[in-house]
């Protein structure tokens, strides 16, 4: 696929970087040529200087007959004039990043589509639900659902207490349908489990089970669920107005802003207590009643904030923390740090934005928080290779695991005995490098 990116802001060059993996011809634009240095060399990606507002540039860049526009710019109404002048000139199907809920209504997704617009997507839409389903299920680091939640995804940190640890695969103890393990992060290494393997206490730990099952993860994992009914949200971002609308109404929430005029449009937008100050001041979390809150959420534009406002909380008993990390390199050293929960804008939105390139045999695709991996939904067909045998006799690369299938609405784990049938929606976990050779195994 031609595919032309118009932003190279966190978003834009994430993006553009995973595609690239895909050998997708990739080209960059952007009007500041400084984020656009060094990554036409470090990656398989062409670059160039411009303005997406304007026709002939857009042109120089191979609009006409590209496969997909993304723009993904700071300014909304830069998006969206780009997608209709790409659209215009030729492309086949566009996306733009929003800023306002009021366009994702359905009469309104329908008026953008007929005037050129195939796709909104709202990152801050998409990581205040991330935060809720944090915020519901307290015991999970992270969680992805497939198939209207047939199958779901969950990472966890295991300690001492859990009883899967110690426990050699080839000894049959995980032969079961409760859940399977697909992977492991242990410090910088991402685990594909084999027959000598075992879960260490402290690793982080990729379940795919069913939604049926999630209790016997969490007993057999030793964590332990604790209910949330009051909340501290540090940082007044749209982020956090989107938590206090999507949270139940029977949580207790409270935001903290350091910017007092920002307090004064927080009082305006939602019905909740905003108080003025910064969140990283622990007499000021005291005076606020900390010890009461169930879980503290950090989600201010500064990174580094977030993570010790957080670890603050935790020092301050607080046994749910979630922060926004956007700047990936620091994710490692959160999670070293033990926040409960780490969300990144640009992976949650790069997900969305990458089913748009998916073909008609791939659903879905998401990118992983803690691990440079994807979990990725395949539906198999007639013919396919994955139908012709058995799990175990695939010859599957080392650093790919199927988790799971979907077969009718009901979804089931696998083990290595599993035989995918034609129809089956197949979910599987993968090395970011390792996602371009598992199509050929949905081929005849």
């Not at 399977?180 to 795919?208: H, Q, S």
Request: one cysteine or more; hydrophobic letters at 40%; a negative charge.
């Amino acid at each position: 696929m031609r595919i032309i990116i118009a932003g190279a802001g966190n978003v834009g060059r994430h993006v553009a970087k995973m595609l690239s993996n895909d050998n997708h011809e990739i080209v960059l634009l952007d009007r500041d040529e400084e984020r656009l240095r060094d990554l036409d060399s470090a990656y398989d990606i062409m670059t160039q200087v411009g303005d997406s507002t304007s026709p002939g540039e857009l042109l120089m860049c191979g609009v006409r007959g590209c496969n997909l526009f993304i723009a993904v710019t700071p300014y909304e109404s830069t998006n969206i004039n780009s997608c209709l002048l790409a659209a215009n000139l030729g492309a086949k199907r566009t996306v733009a990043r929003i800023d306002n809920y009021e366009y994702l209504l359905p009469k309104n997704k329908e008026m953008f589509r007929r005037m050129g617009i195939d796709a909104l997507i709202y990152p801050e839409m998409l990581v205040a639900t991330e935060i809720v389903q944090s915020v519901q299920r307290s015991w999970i680091r992270e969680f992805r659902s497939f198939c209207d939640d047939a199958l779901v995804l969950v990472c966890i940190k295991v300690r001492n207490n859990a009883e899967i640890i110690n426990k050699p695969f080839k000894t049959g103890f995980f032969n079961h349908d409760k859940f399977r393990i697909v992977a492991v992060k242990r410090r910088n290494e991402t685990i594909i489990p084999g027959g000598n393997d075992e879960i260490e206490a402290n690793d982080l730990v990729y379940f795919i089970t069913t939604k049926q099952n999630l209790e016997y993860v969490r007993v057999a994992a030793g964590k332990s669920q604790f209910p949330i009914n009051n909340v501290i949200i540090m940082g007044g971002s749209k982020i956090a107005i989107k938590v206090v609308q999507y949270l139940p109404s029977n949580i207790n929430v409270k935001i903290i802003e350091s910017d007092r005029s920002r307090c004064y449009k927080l009082a305006d937008e939602v019905d909740t207590l905003i108080i003025y100050g910064d969140g990283r001041n622990m007499d000021l979390l005291k005076d606020e009643g900390i010890e009461d809150a169930d879980a503290f959420v950090a989600v201010t534009n500064n990174s580094e904030a977030n993570v010790l406002a957080c670890l603050a909380a935790k020092r301050l008993g607080i046994r749910k923390t979630i922060a926004q990390v956007e700047n990936v390199d620091y994710i490692e050293l959160a999670d070293n740090l033990d926040i409960g929960t780490i969300i990144n804008k640009k992976l949650t939105a790069a997900s969305y934005i990458y089913q748009q390139t998916l073909d008609e045999d791939t659903h879905d695709v998401q990118c992983l928080t803690y691990s440079d991996a994807q979990v990725i939904e395949f539906e198999a067909k007639s013919g396919d290779k994955i139908t012709k045998s058995r799990i175990r006799d695939l010859k599957l690369p080392s650093d790919v695991n199927i988790g799971g299938l979907v077969r009718d609405g009901v979804g089931s784990v696998v083990n290595g005995n599993s035989v995918i049938a034609p129809g089956d929606h197949v979910v599987i976990f993968c090395k970011a490098s390792a996602a371009p050779k598992i199509s050929k195994f949905f081929e005849k």
